[in-house]
């Protein structure tokens, strides 16, 4: 046996325990989308008991109110968090967020309603949120930098599951409220139903702090320690600009594109279209689904294919089909599962190449800094004003595929961004782990 043959059989226990560690990173990005998710698709009876009032719009609005406060605090924790996992490390960051945000999960599970303790309900639900809120913005931006910094030949394909995995949290979200809304009445689900998916959220995520206790620090960060910068958050203001606005405008298409799935689309059709809304549910999770299997598809191929080239084609695509689509989808000549499918596709070329491409743009000693920042902005930017500026676009035009028309504008803002991703980027060092970690 020659020494190169002993040497791969050493190396082999090494790359099992790396993508063991890859898969352990990629599934606390699950709970990120749970929570979007299930907060939304219980808001109806978190309205009732928190904001109780005559009209149930305006109690429906104070929900939705403190959704979006939810929002209002990453940008704060993505500064905060990615500051200390530059300087202390990754491993930290990730338990002390998992650990959190799992905590305050559960509490929003727990707190009583306006009924039992008054205002104290609606303050402290907010309170909860803002928490939830300032902790989850360094859960996906940790998970991405520690998989690319763990195996760097494989960038794309990991940083994919990442993306894949928080992409999964939806679906488990959409089967929770399945198995409630059909084990349970809906009065019983008013009163405490809703309140075991948070449960369920939370124990799901001190479960994923259970097994990261295992996690060591990822190898690059490990062979930086005598080169850690002090001041990462400014050292990414001051030298790396550019590349948080590429960025920003890089996560912008995957953040507008998924609002518009999961949040807009099915009330869309539902409302406007007045289709089947059971229909709308089942081509919704088709779409999910179907997206699932196509950015983990496309974030494999970015390791032969450069991933620029396959969010750029996701882009052009939206660019030049968003508004026939949805002309199309008006006309009533497109069917939804088949509408459905088609979004959950393209949408997977942008899905499984943005993370990679946001870690690439910084090097190691600030990057958990330029990812958790560029992908804050695009969220709160993106993400929180897409159903209402597409609410007012549907009201100001009078038409009914004035969705295309926001995401084509937000597709030019994305491909603006793309052209400087070649010349910005190429900071993974790929080259010498390629052939070991395959």
């Known amino acids: 046996m020659t020494s190169i043959d002993l040497a791969l059989q050493a190396h ?159 679906l488990i979200a959409t089967l929770v409220s399945l198995v409630i809304h059909s084990t349970l009445s809906a009065d019983d689900v008013l009163t405490y139903g809703w309140r075991i998916a948070f449960l369920f959220g939370g124990v799901i995520g001190l479960l994923s702090y259970w097994l990261r206790t295992s996690l060591e620090e990822s190898s690059e960060f490990q062979q930086l320690r005598s080169h850690k910068v002090k001041r990462p958050f400014r050292r990414v203001l001051a030298e790396y600009p550019k590349q948080i606005v590429v960025g920003v405008g890089v996560a912008g298409i995957v953040n507008a594109s998924n609002s518009l799935l999961f949040v807009v689309l099915p009330s869309y059709m539902a409302l406007v279209l007045h289709a089947d809304p059971r229909l709308v549910s089942e081509g919704q999770n088709i779409g999910i689904a179907t997206m699932c299997v196509s950015l983990l598809l496309f974030a494999c191929l970015g390791d032969r294919i450069a991933s620029r080239h396959w969010h750029r084609l996701g882009t052009i695509l939206m660019l030049a089909g968003s508004y026939p689509f949805y002309a199309l989808l008006t006309a009533q000549r497109l069917d939804v599962i088949a509408a459905f499918t088609i979004i959950g596709a393209i949408g997977g070329l942008v899905n499984g190449s943005y993370a990679f491409l946001l870690a690439d743009l910084f090097p190691t000693e600030v990057r958990f800094s330029g990812i958790a920042l560029s992908l804050n902005l695009a969220t709160v930017i993106f993400t929180g004003a897409t159903p209402f500026l597409v609410t007012q676009l549907l009201h100001a035009t009078g038409s009914p595929a004035a969705p295309g028309l926001y995401l084509t504008g937000v597709a030019v803002i994305a491909l603006a961004a793309g052209i400087g991703l070649k010349a910005m980027g190429g900071r993974i060092d790929r080259a010498g782990t390629i052939a070991g970690a395959a």
């Open 12 to 170: 082999h226990p090494m790359l099992r325990q790396k993508w063991k560690t890859v898969i352990l990173a990629s599934l606390g990005g699950s709970l990120e989308l749970y929570d979007f998710i299930i907060y939304g698709v219980f808001a109806r009876e978190i309205a009732t008991q928190f904001f109780p009032a005559t009209d149930p719009v305006a109690s429906l609005i104070g929900a939705f109110g403190v959704f979006a406060l939810g929002y209002m605090s990453r940008p704060l924790g993505g500064v905060i968090l990615s500051s200390l996992g530059d300087r202390l490390g990754r491993r930290v960051v990730f338990l002390v967020s998992v650990l959190a945000m799992s905590a305050t999960t559960i509490g929003i599970g727990l707190v009583p309603g306006y009924a039992a303790i008054g205002m104290a309900a609606p303050v402290l639900l907010v309170m909860l949120r803002l928490l939830q809120g300032f902790f989850l913005a360094g859960e996906l931006p940790c998970s991405i930098t520690y998989v690319v910094e763990e195996v760097p030949g494989r960038a794309s394909t990991v940083s994919g599951l990442v993306i894949f995995c928080a992409a999964a949290g939806i």
